[in-house]
């Protein structure tokens, strides 16, 4: 690797999504905060806890890591979409950076993007509804690791993506779904049978249920199992971009 080349092409990400924070940090924290108070407030006088804990203090870790995943996606996809239709991308490509030094500086970026919003959303969690932490160790992982596969799956759909509309049709269209499905707002054990074991085919689902149990020690399945699904797809994530950098499919011409 070249490790000056690609941190300082990290550096040149980061401070491409900070010049704008009030749109890339602050705006999606807020936007996520309605939900807490929609659900927290509105929904909790019906559903008063899940085992020991109250629905809002269910909720938070579900929302942060639901701000963790959009946003991750979001900086790598926006990245290299808008660099590929304003063209300095060929800049990029001429400077002496690996497939592999590209990969992780554009998902170091999203990891950093991602964890700074889920912070905002977790500070404000933290102050009004008394949350617990159980293993912080858990949850950094979970954050880290989740927020590096869906920056991988952005950086995929940038590069798939020849224009905006591709791009928001594999946001709205996979990623939200997914996200919105993944047991945020609520336990899967309180679906029905067959959507119980849909949702086990929702990678998504892992990362949210691993990370929430870094909070309470309370999962819908083993962290352990949680932990090895979020390697194998950051691991086939990897892959994939780094074949399809390597190549320079649809952005080498």
């Known amino acids: ?28 924290i807020v936007s996520t905060l309605l939900f807490l108070l929609i659900f927290g407030t509105v929904i909790e006088t019906k559903i008063l806890e899940f085992g020991n804990i109250t629905y809002s203090q269910f909720l938070i870790p579900g929302l942060v890591m639901m701000a963790i995943l959009q946003n991750a996606f979001s900086n790598s996809s926006s990245s290299i979409i808008q660099s590929k239709i304003y063209g300095n991308l060929s800049f990029v490509l001429l400077s ?39 293993h912080a160790g858990w949850i950094l992982l979970f954050a880290v690791l989740s927020a590096a596969v869906v920056g991988g799956l952005g950086l995929i759909a940038g590069i798939v993506a020849s224009k905006y509309d591709h791009l928001a049709a594999f946001q709205n269209f996979i990623i939200m779904p997914l996200t919105f499905l993944s047991g945020v707002f609520y336990s899967i054990h309180s679906l029905p049978s067959f959507w119980q074991t849909l949702s086990m085919f929702n990678p998504f689902f892992y990362m949210v249920d691993g990370f929430r149990y870094g909070f309470y020690a309370v999962s819908d ?15 086939l994530v990897s892959a994939i971009n780094l074949v399809l950098l390597h190549k320079g499919v649809k952005i080498r011409h």
């Open 1 to 28: 690797m070249n490790y000056y080349g690609s941190w300082t092409f990290f550096v040149k990400e980061v401070r491409r999504f900070y010049s704008v924070a009030v749109q890339t940090i602050f705006a999606p």
């Open 96 to 134: 002496p950076l690996s497939a592999l030094d590209l990969y992780v500086a554009f998902v170091a970026a999203a990891v950093v993007r991602g964890l700074a919003v889920g912070v905002g959303v977790l500070v404000v969690g933290w102050i009004g509804y008394d949350l617990q932490i159980y």
């Open 221 to 235: 399945i083993s962290v352990w199992l949680s932990l090895g699904v979020t390697l194998l797809f950051l691991v």
